[in-house]
């Protein structure tokens, strides 16, 4: 069973910016795509950034350049750089990975950010 651990989210002010970090247990190299989703009340969990091992990082259409996605398939660690914040980008952010081998999905525990005066 892969574990994954979030860390970074928080309380910002608009126009600011946080750093998520996401670090998932397994040996190195076992996931093909990590990547980052959102969820907040009322609504349904949304792509924020996908990061395939082999191919184009995608993210959703509401970044709009603020957010950054990186990460090490070596070491099983991604991070998402979100800047320029705003309210609407209140969540609670999940770490997403996908294994080669069995191509399960696992999913963190989840960070909230909240993006309030």
């Known amino acids: 069973q892969v574990q994954l651990v979030e860390s970074g989210g928080g309380l910002v002010q608009p126009g600011g910016s946080l750093r998520l970090a996401c670090a998932a247990s397994?040996?190195?190299?076992?996931?093909?795509?990590m990547a980052w989703y959102r969820q907040s009340p009322g609504n349904q969990r949304e792509l924020v950034a996908t990061?395939?091992?082999?191919?184009?990082?995608n993210y959703g259409d509401f970044v709009k350049g603020r957010f950054t996605i990186s990460g090490d398939f070596a070491k099983n660690t991604a991070n998402l750089q979100m800047n320029h914040l705003e309210p609407e980008d209140t969540a609670v952010y999940y770490c997403?990975?996908?294994?080669?081998?069995?191509?399960?999905?696992?999913w963190g525990q989840g960070t909230q950010v909240t993006v309030s005066t």
């Open positions: 997403y990975v996908r294994q080669i081998i069995s191509n399960a999905e696992f």
């Open positions: 397994g040996n190195a190299w076992s996931f093909n795509t």
């Open positions: 990061m395939p091992r082999f191919g184009n990082i």
